[in-house]
């Protein structure tokens, strides 16, 4: 595997051991709690993260499977470069940012389910980003699963990926933290 796969692999190793020790020093009760009715849960937070990540399973499955087929704004690298920076700059900082109507989590009470299929998820993801080594610094850009209109190339979508979690990871810390 390539270097940066490694280090992605390693990252993604770590975030996911502090998602686990976070999940299990708390009880389900506590995970479901909202700090208030315009805020997530955290159970809610693991389900966002949940489904932005599998939803760009898809699209790696067509990479690793030869018939990706290069979205047209994907023609133009300078641009796609661009929204793959603007994208993890905005993921690095700590202001709110709207998700995709698809990404929304769904309201109400989770159980041990949600927790093991996040993690099942994350395990997936790992595969994945063995599975996409020989794919990585190809140039292939990619559109978001949520709008066709943005454009990345795929080493940022796990760039993105990782640092997105990361940015969840540090929400769920200070509120629970709070509780």
Known sequence: MN????????????????????????????????????????????QHLLRVNESYFTVFDQIIQGNYKNPLLGKLPFYGQKMGELILSANKKPVKIKTFARWEPTAG???????????EVQH?????????????????????????????????????????EQRHLTQLKALLSSE
């Not at 992605?8 to 389900?28: S, Y």
């Not at 009470?109 to 993690?119: G, P, Y």
Request: hydrophobic share 40%.
């Open 3 to 46: 270097e940066q796969a490694d280090t992605w692999q390693m990252e993604l190793t770590q975030l996911t051991w502090e998602f686990d020790k976070l999940v299990k020093a708390n009880d389900l009760t506590t995970l479901n709690q909202k700090p208030n009715p315009e805020k997530w849960s955290p159970m809610e937070i693991l």
């Open 109 to 119: 009470m989770h159980n041990q389910d949600l927790l093991n299929r996040f993690f």
């Open 124 to 164: 997936q993801l790992s595969g994945y980003i063995q599975k996409l080594d020989p794919y990585f610094n190809q140039k292939i850009m990619i559109a978001s699963p949520a709008n066709k209109w943005i454009v990345y190339p795929l080493d940022a979508t796990i760039e993105i990926m990782l640092t997105h």
